[in-house]
């Protein structure tokens, strides 16, 4: 009948346990024995002594003036002792004591009598001595008896305890040990380790179902490892064929892959890299740090082979389960488009610097035909003069942004940081733009806090901003309409506020109506390229730029610049 592992430690436990309660039991027993003897001693002995001592006493005084006392006291003692007779030979001495004792009661003192009632007394002394002594040396004999057999049993109990406690966690330990060197093979993909405990508890259970999972994962690995190779290889030549650096991470920081472009930007072998920590492959090598680190995909430059390369980043994660497995940093090569974005940043420069002569020019001469000294125009003459001169306008305007915006793409954005006051710019901004407010009738409110702090930007960018804010407040707002621009101090940064009462932005646009050529749909002036520069004139000097709006209710345009 096999015994189960949960029983052989019950039965270990209970046996530990009547080992100690053997002992426990033996030293009570002897214990208790030696305890009741020394008590006999002192029961029985020890009061005949007593009583031994004050009849002697009490003796003496017979013939004293208390003899009526004393023979009272002798008298009781006598009597306690008649009932505390316990050794062989004390009765018959005692009983002798009473004779001599009587006779002194029924004749009166005689000499001859005290020495013989004396050494009455002194032989039940001695009987009880000799008892004393003797049962002494009993107990002492026994106590050394029970020494030897607490001893004894104390010996076994631990040799036998010992022998348990040696051998019993080897009946656990052993079977933990061949399991755990099973499981550390099988970790170690080494699919033909096998347990053998000829056990029939828990842990023959436990090695039979090993054995059965260590077979069927051996039967697995050999069934599917050549399709694994072939899955593998195609996967391999899959990547290294992308035109695209790649490199492929896991959700432990381990390095799957990195194709032969990936490995010839980071300028690594793939031993170096491939199955490494990333941590590992960070400390040595900068772009790869770059990588892991930049959590934006702003282009960025790489110098390949002394020319320099364009690159953005793209992260691709990796599921299995609906569970992340990992992600893939993909470098898309966008030098071409880069090399492209340049020239058409140069053309479209050198084409509106060209442009602004010959408008200035035809605008000089549009002014021209308006003096009457030159000669006078018909009303419809003025008209189409008026018309020329709108169109020009509109033409150098865009020009001028064509210009800023060519500046912005090149990263060449001149910044002249002075400590200006925000009342001045505002002022500056509301004075450039009272006659298109006057032809619309639009009143601008100015809401400026007291004492607000200097603030250090370029006056000139931050002014055209703010001009281009009210000239969008002014276009879109109904006639004899009103426009808020305020400035406030909000922690270490002071903010500008323009808002209109217009028709608003649709919300969905608000994360748009910053980018370049992007125009809310259903307006037609412009060119989308105002709000995109005044992003980038208020970014280049570390603020920050934003818009709010209500459909129908008008919208805010804000932005925030350090105070000095």
Not at 255 to 274: G, M, R, T, Y
Request: proline letters at 2%.
């Amino acid at each position: 009948m096999a015994v189960k592992l949960k029983t052989k430690v019950a039965l270990g436990g209970l046996f530990l346990f009547a080992l100690l309660i053997l002992v426990g039991a033996v030293s009570f027993f002897y214990f208790n024995r030696l305890t009741e003897d020394s008590k006999e001693i002192v029961k029985n002995n020890y009061e005949t002594l007593n009583y031994s001592r004050d009849m002697m006493k009490e003796l003496d005084a017979l013939t004293g003036k208390d003899s009526i006392t004393a023979f009272n006291i002798f008298e009781k003692t006598l009597q306690s002792q008649e009932e505390n007779i316990t050794e062989t030979g004390e009765k018959e001495m005692t009983e002798s004591l009473r004779k001599k004792f009587n006779r002194i009661k029924q004749e009166g003192m005689i000499d001859s009598l005290p020495p013989l009632i004396r050494k009455d007394i002194g032989n039940i002394m001695q009987v009880n001595l000799k008892a004393i002594d003797n049962k002494n040396q009993a107990v002492q004999a026994s106590a050394e008896r029970a020494k030897t057999i607490i001893t004894i049993c104390l010996t076994v109990c631990l040799l036998l305890g010992f022998t348990f406690l040696f051998n019993f966690p080897s009946l656990v330990a052993s079977p933990i040990a061949s399991l755990t060197e099973g499981i550390k093979a099988i970790a170690n993909k080494n699919y033909e380790q096998r347990v053998h405990l000829n056990r029939k508890d828990e842990f023959g259970d436990l090695a039979n179902a090993f054995n059965s999972m260590a077979e069927r994962l051996d039967e697995y690995e050999h069934s599917n490892l050549s399709r694994i190779m072939f899955e593998k290889q195609r996967a391999e030549t899959v990547i290294n064929s992308l035109k695209d650096a790649s490199i492929g991470i896991d959700n432990k920081g381990i390095v799957l892959f990195a194709n032969q472009q990936a490995l010839q930007l980071l300028n690594l072998k793939e031993a170096d890299i491939v199955s490494l920590p990333q941590e590992e492959v960070k400390k040595r090598n900068d772009l790869f740090r770059f990588l892991i680190n930049e959590q934006n995909n702003i282009p960025f430059k790489i110098v390949v082979e002394g020319k320099e390369n364009y690159f953005t980043k793209e992260v691709v994660d990796i599921s299995y389960q609906n569970n992340k497995a990992g992600h893939v940093i993909v470098l898309k090569n966008i030098t071409p488009f880069k090399e492209l974005d340049v020239a058409k940043t140069n053309f479209i420069a050198t084409i509106s610097h060209e442009l602004k002569t010959p408008l200035a020019s035809s605008d000089f001469s549009l002014k021209l035909l308006e003096d009457e000294r030159v000669g006078t125009l018909t009303s419809e003459q003025k008209e189409l003069v008026q018309s020329l001169k709108d169109d020009n306008k509109r033409l150098l305007r865009i020009l001028s942004e064509l210009l800023d915006m060519s500046q912005v793409e090149s990263g060449k954005i001149q910044l002249t940081l002075t400590t200006v006051q925000p009342c001045g710019l505002i002022d500056k901004a509301i004075g450039s733009l009272q006659n298109a407010a006057k032809q619309k009738n639009v009143t601008i409110q100015k809401h400026i806090a007291e004492n607000i702090p200097a603030i250090k930007a370029d006056a000139d960018k931050t002014t055209w901003v703010l001009n281009n804010f009210l000239t969008n407040a002014i276009r879109y707002s109904a006639d004899n309409a009103e426009i808020i621009i305020s400035a406030l101090q909000q922690g270490n940064n002071i903010i500008f506020r323009v808002q209109d009462f217009g028709k608003g932005i649709d919300p969905q646009y608000k994360d748009k109506i910053f980018d370049r050529y992007f125009q809310v749909p259903g307006t037609k002036e412009g060119t989308g390229l105002g709000l995109a520069i005044c992003k980038e004139f208020i970014e280049a000097q570390e603020g920050k730029i934003w818009m709010e709006s209500v459909l129908g209710k008008g919208a805010t345009f804000e932005f925030e610049l350090p105070i000095v």
